[in-house]
């Protein structure tokens, strides 16, 4: 492991990128009221969730990759989260816990790669240990477990795919831009 001290350039970057994803959060909420209101007279209101909880979770995934710290991704989920709260999200406070669920299980993939390389594979494997780690929380506080295990099959999948595309490719494809551009010095 590389030493993880913060500098400010780091603190800016966090900050950044959480006002950003937390107005994108912010606005999410109003799709997800779309998808749920559509859903629910068939009973799939619970998929709305799922199809956008890969957005809800790119705060992490992209706190650590442009940082490359150590609870880069908790951080960032947390204060995008926060950005989303202050700004008026429907779910007020309780968004701050659901954002700490969401970075902690993004940066259980990070530890389990060691925090060494910052590619589309780390991702990946974030966005498998936030997809079985969000979908243990939700099966308390949201009610999964009185679903018949065909919806739950769905909504597993469905999530899964979200957060791969939202939190492992897309944050990859941000990067790779980054990288580009030249915006940031990197070692």
Same mark, same amino acid.
């Given at each position: ?6 500098? *400010?350039?780091?603190? &800016?970057?966090?900050?950044? %990128? ?12 109003? &799709?997800?009221?779309?998808?749920? @209101? ?6 799939? %209101? ?5 199809? !956008?909880?890969?957005?809800? @979770? @790119? ?6 990759? !442009? ?30 816990? =659901?954002? /700490?669920?969401?970075?902690?299980? =993004? ?13 589309? =594979? ?5 966005? *498998? ?15 999964? %477990?009185?679903?018949?295990? +065909?919806? !739950?099959?769905?909504?597993? *999948?469905?999530? /899964? ?5 939202? =939190?492992?490719?897309? *944050? ?5 831009? &980054?990288?580009?551009? +030249? ?5």
């Amino acid at each position: 492991m590389k030493k993880q001290s913060w500098n *400010v350039k780091n603190i &800016i970057l966090l900050t950044l %990128s959480s006002i950003f994803l937390g107005t994108i959060f912010l606005f999410t909420n109003y &799709i997800y009221n779309f998808i749920s @209101m559509i859903l629910t007279p068939k009973g799939w %209101s619970p998929l709305a969730n799922d199809l !956008l909880l890969g957005i809800w @979770m @790119m705060g992490g995934p992209l706190a650590a990759i !442009l940082t490359k710290k150590i609870f880069a991704s908790t951080l960032g989920e947390i204060l995008s989260a926060t950005v989303e709260a202050i700004l008026g999200g429907q779910w007020g406070p309780s968004t701050l816990i =659901s954002g /700490l669920v969401q970075g902690l299980s =993004s940066e259980v993939g990070f530890f389990i790669c060691k925090y060494k390389k910052y590619n589309l =594979s780390t991702l990946s494997i974030a966005a *498998v240990t936030g997809t079985i780690f969000t979908f243990i929380f939700d099966w308390f506080k949201n009610g999964y %477990s009185a679903y018949p295990l +065909h919806m !739950l099959i769905v909504l597993f *999948v469905v999530r /899964l795919i979200s957060i791969w595309f939202f =939190s492992a490719f897309l *944050v990859n494809k941000i990067n790779i831009l &980054i990288i580009k551009s +030249h915006i940031l010095k990197r070692n």
